[in-house]
């Protein structure tokens, strides 16, 4: 069989336009993965247990559970209890629930470079925790773990076509669906595969400049 | 509540029929992946031009696409030009070249962290190159290769999930199934959750039991 | 150089070692620019000279772990080729090159024993593998070197379970199980604390006797050089500045900037 450059001409412009839906998804589910990873980060490192306990076992359970099933879990199981949310919203959740597991990780290991010091000298201004965080932790640990985050946020990028299962329509799902009507799947799949790998090594290449950037200020 | 508990019954069964291929697949993936990142790190290390460049192709092409568009790729259009596979044989050569080309990172990383003067005590002692790579670099890379290889276990089982959507009936497969035929959606759900947990948490545990014992920072005189 | 057969022929010593012209650079930087040195064979040389001097990249290029971007070595008339480099893990070499690297062994700063292997497995990793000689045999050969140097009982310790003096000691067990015919050492002392150093010099004062071991030492211990080398070589900027006798050297040297470096070092 040869590949077709008339039919892959044809569903270029419906690919690309579907590359749009996934590249909100991946935003989307990284907004919710950088705030919710923050906040469980934080939750990890309080001081009572009651709040440390749950955070760390949902990271391990997230963590540990395929995002496959999490994305089936959300689509099917929430409408159950009455949640009613938009088919790529819920992918966007099941994708920014299961990254803000690895997200919240990312930003400890940021959190305990910084030196015991710092967090003495807040102590030592009495300034309260709050302001400790806000002030001297946050913006030391934060910069450096960019690179860390931009590699999920790639990772997550290649991830969204696992919310096809659901019916969502970017890039895998609207190939999938112009494939079922020509019964052509080589076209379309191989040009989703040069899609991702484009996408891909472009925001590798960004991602080095970023870190190139950080490297020279510090 | 003798309806929740029956049902639970019901479902057990086949799940773990679902557990098992799910731990099969991952049981035949690991060796081979682990293989392929070997060969892959350290062709790309090759002074060889050729054999590195295809090693960075292979290595690009897995990382830059999505897993699951490459499982459907092999399982739509390799036997449209004439390579009939198995599903099976499709979903494990498939994971297997997607977490070969994320190890051959690893591979390399560690091979790059011996530190030089280990090599150069080697070549001072003439050995060949293949010797001080077998007896010198290897033994003393593998342990640091522990930990990052443990985490890509765990990210195999979970990733062994989307070989459901190739007619492989895994745990996410009969998962999939019970919960329509059934409607005990939430159930299964939970059920499902908790089985793939189970799986990747033991094998947590298994790789920082062996880490303790064969890892970077473990006392070699600990091993005697 | 064809010559009459009965023609008269002075035959020099043969020479372990001959230098010839070489030129070595690295970023730009140049750190020999036609060096040429000749070592006749059995002869001990202290190659001495302030960092930067290009001692040690010597000792490295006739080691080849380093690759001369011009010049020639000869080793017992045999000239070495390159060993090939750009952009390797593990520098390669053709397996007759290897071979007439053979007489040649090394002894580091930093000792670079196998992490991953014990005193006794680090010494007869190399007679076993490169070699080929029986397993039992290397080890008693081995167990006999380093009882001579006084590690017999150290034998079953990995490196990081012993001292820097011990390590070195079995960094230098380690180098003569290959028989080697030529020395070299890089600062074998400069890395450990001073109380460790004389268990170290002992040694090699003691292989120093045996003369039919040519050894190139590089150091900063004068007092050591004095009393083991036969000659010394005082290098700067990657020349040879003075090349003497070494009871020459020490009672009078003749260039300037050796006095001034020897009063330094004193």
């Known amino acids: ?75 099917y199981v929430l409408p159950l209890y009455g949640v009613r949310i938009p088919t790529v919203a819920c992918g966007i959740v099941a994708l920014g629930l299961h990254y803000a597991t690895y997200t919240a990780e990312v930003y400890r290991a940021g959190i305990e470079a910084v030196p015991r010091g710092q967090w ?86 960004i991602l080095r400049r970023v870190e190139v950037r950080l490297a020279d200020r510090s | 509540m003798e309806t929740l508990f029956t049902t639970v019954i019901a479902l057990i069964p086949r799940l773990l029929d679902g557990a098992v291929t799910t731990v099969a697949i991952t049981l035949l993936t690991a060796p081979v992946a682990a ?144 919960a329509q035929t059934t409607g005990r959606v939430t159930m299964v759900y939970v059920l499902l959750l908790l089985i793939y947990f189970a799986i990747a948490y033991t094998l947590t545990l298994a790789v920082r039991a062996l880490e303790r014992r064969y890892g970077a920072g473990a006392t070699v005189a600990g091993a005697r | 150089m064809p010559t009459a057969p009965d023609a008269p022929r002075f035959t020099p010593p043969l020479n372990a070692l001959k230098l010839t012209g070489i030129r070595k650079t690295f970023g730009g930087t140049t750190i020999l620019s036609g060096f040429s040195l000749d070592v006749p064979e059995g002869q001990r ?39 090939r480099f750009a952009g390797r893990l593990v520098p390669d070499d053709p397996p007759e090159a290897r071979e007439l690297r053979r007489p040649i062994g090394m002894v580091f700063q930093h000792f670079n024993l196998f992490q991953h292997l014990t005193a006794l497995e680090n010494v007869i990793e190399a007679p076993i593998h490169v070699l080929g000689q029986p397993p039992a045999e290397a080890r008693r050969a081995a167990l006999a070197l380093l009882d001579s140097v006084g590690l017999a009982d150290l034998a079953d310790r990995y490196p990081r379970q012993l001292s820097g003096g011990q390590q070195q000691r079995v960094a230098i067990v380690r180098a003569l199980a290959l028989k080697p015919r030529v020395l070299l050492f890089d600062e ?19 292989l120093a006797a045996d003369d039919r071991v040519t050894m190139i030492i590089v150091t900063h211990e004068m007092g050591f050089a004095r009393e083991v080398a036969d000659r010394v070589v005082f290098m700067q900027r990657g020349v040879i500045v003075e090349d003497a006798p070494a009871t020459a050297f020490f009672a009078a040297p003749q260039d300037p900037r050796s006095r001034a470096f020897l009063n330094l070092a004193s």
Do not use: C
Request: aromatic share 8%.
């Open chain 3, 45 to 83: 040389l202290a190659l001495i000279g302030g960092s930067g001097s290009g001692k040690t990249t010597v000792l490295r290029l006739i080691a080849g772990l380093e690759r001369p971007d011009a010049g020639e070595i000869e080793l017992f008339g045999r000239q070495l080729p390159y060993r």
């Open chain 2, 35 to 178: 293989l392929l990142a070997l060969i892959a790190g350290l062709a790309r290390l090759s002074h060889v031009k050729a054999v590195a460049a295809a090693a960075v192709v292979y290595v690009e092409l897995f990382r830059g696409t999505s897993l699951l568009v490459q499982l459907f790729f092999m399982f739509y259009v390799l036997p449209l030009i004439g390579i009939e596979l198995s599903p099976w044989t499709t979903g494990i050569a498939t994971l297997a070249l997607n977490f070969g080309s994320y190890g051959s990172e690893i591979v390399r990383g560690a091979l790059l962290a011996v530190p030089r003067g280990q090599i150069e005590a080697a070549l001072v002692l003439h050995m060949p190159p293949s010797q001080v790579l077998r007896r010198v670099l290897l033994p003393q890379a593998l342990p640091a290769m522990l930990p990052p290889f443990g985490n890509q276990l765990v990210e195999l089982v979970k990733a062994t999930s989307l070989l459901s959507l190739i007619t492989i009936s895994d745990l996410a497969f009969v998962g999939n199934a019970l």
């Open chain 1, 1 to 75: 069989m040869m590949f077709q450059l008339d039919y892959a001409s044809e569903l270029l412009p419906i690919l690309l336009k579907a590359s749009l839906v996934t590249l909100a998804a991946t935003l989307g589910g990284m907004a919710l993965a950088l705030v919710l990873g923050l906040a469980l980060a934080l939750l990890r490192r309080s001081p009572h247990a009651v709040l440390r306990r749950p955070a760390s076992m949902f990271v391990e359970f997230v963590r540990s559970t395929p995002l496959l099933i999490q994305i089936f879990f959300i689509y």
């Open chain 1, 120 to 205: 003495e000298a807040g102590r030592a201004l009495s300034l309260p925790a709050y302001r400790i965080w806000r002030h001297i932790v946050l913006p030391q640990a934060l910069p450096p773990v960019v690179p860390a985050l931009g590699n999920y946020l790639i990772a997550m990028f290649k991830e969204t076509p696992l919310l096809a299962v659901i019916g969502v329509h970017e890039l895998l799902g609207t190939a999938l669906q112009e494939a079922s009507q020509t019964y052509r799947y080589y076209e379309p799949l191989t040009l989703v595969g040069l899609i991702f790998l484009a996408f891909s090594l472009v925001a590798a290449l």
């Open chain 3, 188 to 206: 074998v002392t400069a890395s450990l604390d001073p109380e460790k150093v004389a268990e170290v010099l002992a040694v090699i004062r003691r």
